[in-house]
């Protein structure tokens, strides 16, 4: 299990969404239907036919490359489709391109984290787009056999929900508004700037109806916290019924001294984040309003610091399992679980079975595995929001598109909706503030913690049933865009 955040897999050659247009002469002859395997070849009678003087072309399919290309027929609005190309004879390269418009809109080397010779992508099949898969090579002049394959499934969107991004963007002035009895507040404060993802979520326009989060404990169960960061350390949870550094376990909970969270880690008292990972979805959520670096969503809320993940990011199912009861059981009103696995364990099951009967909201991130693995749904612990365990969150950038590793919400109903989760700036560790912003579901999730808390300061009786109807029926899917 590790966090939900792609601020590491920057090393991989995978290139990244391109909006370019191309000079395509080339006349497609072959096709592909949204579910087939076909083994092709590559060889030098499939030499690339683009211009020479495309600039762009020249960069990602010079004349050194051999293409074949099919154009995909008989698919369906808003079926989603998973492509996969795999050789062993050479280093893929795959291209997703509109004809229509003579557009690459996606282009992917690496199939999975790390180098690999082959590649993927997914994709919801949108309306007035001519869909072309374009096969090459990274490197020049290689040839060999292939084998594409294509997977599509009918998404179960509807005009209240949609694949891609759930009940949409999440919009804490008109959950507040729904809480308070009164209209949202219109045109209120923008804070611009490196606070663009507060103006996104509407959180100052909260602030402006007098609620901040006071009263609220948000517990990041993550890498731990950096709890001397002097935009944080204001609003670190203290453990009142344990006296620090006596040796004993003064309130029973059978921890000792643990005046300011546990590292389930080393299983001490000291919960410090020498990642940076925790230290940035706590600075998201509550950050303290003091003008300098970063605001958090619910400024005034108080931070848990729970460590159950390694300084590489990784933990045990066990660890987290323990970190969530442990929040639970001392006082934690929301959780924020930027991490992910692939399993749910039955201790990790269990643990939010008792978050939800003790009135704890849990927020979880979907994951990042969408364009690298080909994901169609989310991972765990956030899958659980199936069966009524918590909220997912993807990811969305400033423009409201739905971020190309943010894992959609798969073809079952649940709680999900998106949030800021691209060029997030943030607390890290050292009383520093990241110099460029993080992109991850790791950086959208405390988002909706931090709203949660809002919602608690407004109506500090509100169930986690209250608060998920709250959050997904005011959520707002117009403007967001996804491919």
Do not use: C
Not at 81 to 100: G, W
Not at 272 to 294: F, P
Not at 311 to 327: H, M, N, V
């Amino acid at each position: 299990m590790r966090f939900a955040s792609t601020q590491r897999q920057r090393a991989l050659k995978q290139t990244l969404e391109v909006d370019r247009t191309l000079d395509l002469k080339a006349v497609v002859k072959q096709f592909i239907r949204p579910t087939q395997q076909i083994r092709g070849e590559l060889s030098p009678a499939d030499r690339n036919q683009m211009k020479r003087g495309d600039r762009f072309a020249r960069q990602f399919l010079r004349g050194d490359r051999f293409v074949d290309e099919y154009r995909l027929v008989k698919a369906k609005i808003g079926q989603q489709i998973h492509v996969q190309l795999n050789s062993f004879s050479f280093d893929t390269y795959l291209q997703l391109v509109d004809r229509r418009t003579n557009t690459v809109l996606f282009q992917n080397d690496d199939a999975n984290l790390g180098y690999t010779t082959d590649s993927s992508l997914t994709f919801i099949v949108q309306p007035g787009v001519d869909y072309t898969l374009r096969i090459s090579s990274f490197h020049p002049n290689q040839t060999g056999r292939y084998h594409l394959s294509t997977r599509g499934f009918q998404a179960r969107s509807t005009p209240q929900f949609n694949f891609a991004y759930g009940y949409g963007l999440i919009d804490a002035a008109a959950a507040i508004a729904q809480v308070a009895g009164r209209s949202p507040v219109k045109n209120g404060t923008k804070l611009g700037g490196s606070n663009w993802s507060l103006d996104l979520v509407k959180a100052p326009a909260v602030w402006q109806r007098g609620f901040t989060g006071k009263g609220t404990v948000v517990a990041v169960i993550d890498t731990g916290v950096d709890y001397h960061h002097p935009d944080l350390q204001a609003n670190i949870w203290k453990n009142v019924g344990d006296i620090p550094n006596n040796g004993i376990d003064d309130d029973g909970n059978g921890y000792i001294d643990d005046v300011r969270g546990w590292n389930f880690v080393n299983g001490n008292n000291d919960p410090m984040d020498w990642n940076g990972h925790g230290t940035h979805v706590s600075g998201t959520i509550a950050a303290t309003n003091n003008k300098v670096g970063v605001t958090g969503v619910a400024y005034d809320a108080q931070i848990m610091p729970v460590k159950v993940l390694d300084d590489d990011g990784f933990g045990s199912y066990d660890a987290i399992a323990r970190g969530i009861r442990y929040a639970v059981q001392n006082g934690a009103d929301v959780i924020n679980l930027s991490l992910g696995g692939s399993e749910l364990g039955q201790a990790q099951k269990s643990a939010l079975r008792l978050a939800r009967q003790k009135g704890v909201v849990v927020v979880m991130a979907s994951g990042n595995e969408r364009q690298i693995y080909g994901t169609t749904r989310p991972n765990q612990p956030a899958l659980a929001s199936t069966i009524g365990l918590g909220l997912a969150v993807g990811a969305i950038d400033k423009r409201r598109k739905v971020a190309d590793f943010s894992n959609p919400t798969g073809n079952r109903p649940l709680d999900f909706v998106v949030a800021p989760g691209v060029n997030v700036r943030s607390t890290v560790p050292g009383g520093r503030y990241e110099s460029y912003g993080w992109n991850g579901t790791s950086m959208a999730t405390p988002h909706v913690a931090g709203v949660a808390a809002l919602l608690l300061s407004a109506a500090p009786n509100l169930t986690p049933v209250q608060i998920e109807h709250l959050i997904t029926t005011t959520a707002n899917p117009q403007g967001i865009t996804y491919i």
